[in-house]
């Protein structure tokens, strides 16, 4: 007992000693830390922008990692001014930290390793498009504490990096410019299905968007439901940002040539929609 409060007046008397300059110095270590992870994250996406789609996931891969550098090499300044200062009481103080973490800070050392698995592992990269949890959208930034993600419908979200933890994780493309994007239209069960079929894969060919090589190729497929047919449309976009370009493409393109030939939907009263009344302007 008279060894446990010798300690702890000791590490009393050494968190006493810490002087202003030595607080400020640590501060501003971490400042700059800080600043120089947001300068080389903004100067490398922009630099990755100008170039080709091979070369931008290049660059955008090194970025996390450029950025924990930075922030180790800041920690190691601190955590050697802290070892300098409490000397022996260091493992006193770890416990009292290792209890702070337990119950207040928990959540924020969770975030802390998760950006670090995260970084390492590369269960996604910027530039990536993902879904983690109820969150989908394209990777544009990993911290140390949060990942940030930009939505279909241009929303910013940051999500605490610990999901990774209890939440799977998706990745449509892990770290290949290259995306697979699943088309389905829904036909009249009693439709032409061969020329429908057909039809959707010459819309999906001539697209623009896409992208199509020996190892990326073009799978459609249909299956007949109760009231229905299901066409489905499997095919890599050259750009993981046309996704929603190219699906908006093969649907207009292939939803003309299904009225010209005489394809239609299904109707609505035999899914038990209920009717919409017409309203006169």
Known sequence: MANGDTSA?????????????????????????????KIV??????????????GRVKVKLIIPVVK???????????????????GTELFLLTGILGASIGFGVKDLFADFVGGIVITFEKPYQIG????????????????????????????AVTVPNNLIFNESVASGNSGASEMMVVIDLYIAGESDVEAAMR?????????????????????????????????????????LRDEFKFESDVHTRTWIEFQKN???????????VPPVEEISE
């Open 262 to 272: 005489g394809i239609r939907p299904p109707q609505l009263h035999i899914l038990n």
């Open 68 to 86: 924990f550098v930075i922030y180790i090499v800041a920690f190691y300044y601190i955590f050697r001014q802290i070892f300098i200062i409490f």
């Open 199 to 239: 039809i959707l894969r010459e819309a999906v060919v001539s697209s623009k968007y896409v992208y199509i090589s020996k190892k990326r190729p073009v799978t459609l497929l249909h299956k007949a439901l109760p009231f229905y047919t299901r066409l489905r449309a499997k095919a890599y976009v050259n750009d």
């Open 128 to 155: 990536d498009k993902i879904a983690l949890g109820n969150y989908y959208g394209e990777v544009t930034d990993i911290g140390l504490r949060a990942t940030k993600l930009v939505t279909p419908d241009d929303n």
């Open 41 to 54: 994250t903004i100067l490398l996406s922009k630099l990755s922008d100008k170039l080709s789609q091979s």
């Open 9 to 37: 007046q000791q590490l009393l008397e050494s968190i006493r000693s810490i002087d202003t300059q030595t607080l400020i110095t640590m501060f501003l270590v971490f400042s700059i830390a800080y600043i120089l992870g």
